[in-house]
């Protein structure tokens, strides 16, 4: 069974950092669009950034563009978001995802065939 578990998420003041990880269990994250997607309450779940693992491209949402970087160890089956200079409007449940192999990546949330749990984080004034 394919798993996808965030980490790192938690309470900070604004202009406060994060990392996040999400580890992937029973298939390789190689050649894969992975991505990061946040839910606010009571919004849609939106995309922030999109890397595909065979040779990185990534891509941010306006919203965290210049604050937010995505990496990811394909040796650890890990997925990273790196988040600098957080705001209040970045609170959220942040997903991570990934696409089907060799598939292009998207920000769309049916590009992605398997998810995370899902990991808090909360940026406070």
């Known amino acids: 069974q394919v798993h996808l578990v965030e980490s790192g998420g938690g309470s900070v003041q604004a202009g406060g950092s994060l990392r996040l990880s999400c580890v992937g269990s029973?298939?390789?994250?190689?050649?894969?669009?992975m991505g990061w997607f946040r839910q606010a309450p009571g919004m849609e779940r939106e995309g922030v950034a999109t890397?595909?693992?065979?040779?990185?491209?990534?891509s941010y949402s306006d919203a965290v563009k210049g604050r937010f970087t995505i990496s990811q160890d394909n040796a650890k089956n890990t997925l990273y978001l790196q988040m600098n200079s957080l705001k209040p409007e970045d609170t959220g449940m942040f997903y991570c995802?990934?696409?089907?192999?060799?598939?292009?990546?998207?920000?769309?949330?049916?590009?992605?065939?398997?998810w995370g749990q899902g990991t808090q984080v909360t940026v406070s004034s």
């Open positions: 029973g298939y390789s994250s190689s050649r894969r669009c």
């Open positions: 995802a990934s696409g089907p192999w060799g598939s292009p990546c998207s920000t769309s949330t049916r590009a992605y065939n398997y």
């Open positions: 890397i595909y693992t065979g040779g990185g491209n990534p």
